[in-house]
């Protein structure tokens, strides 16, 4: 069983920073993929960045310069680090897992994250 767990989130006005942090518990084989996905109200569930096991990254366009996305497969941690954070910005922000082998993917609970003055 995995169990996906994001922490992080919260209100923070324009400009500013936030960390998001996700942890995977449970026993599986290895992961093989994890990123950052977002919805905000109204909207379709959005990539926002993701990070392979070689440590290769990729991001949405409309964070590229202000997200940057870590992660340790040894420790199944990852990370987004936010800056420049801006209104629109404002979503739920879900850490996303796939499981190598069975090519299962696994949501966390979301964490939300809120940019206003």
């Known amino acids: 069983q995995v169990q996906v767990v994001e922490s992080g989130g919260g209100l923070v006005q324009p400009g500013g920073s936030l960390r998001l942090s996700c942890v995977v518990f449970?026993?599986?084989?290895?992961?093989?993929?994890m990123g950052w996905y977002r919805q905000a109200p109204g909207k379709q569930r959005e990539l926002v960045a993701g990070?392979?096991?070689?440590?290769?990254?990729n991001y949405a366009d409309f964070v590229k310069g202000r997200f940057t996305i870590s992660g340790d497969y040894a420790k199944n941690t990852v990370y987004l680090q936010m800056n420049s954070l801006k209104p629109e910005d404002t979503a739920v922000y879900y850490c996303?897992?796939?499981?190598?082998?069975?090519?299962?993917?696994?949501w966390g609970q979301g964490t939300q994250v809120t940019v206003s003055s």
């Open positions: 990070i392979t096991t070689s440590g290769s990254t």
């Open positions: 449970g026993s599986f084989y290895r992961l093989d993929a």
């Open positions: 996303n897992v796939r499981v190598g082998r069975t090519r299962h993917e696994h």
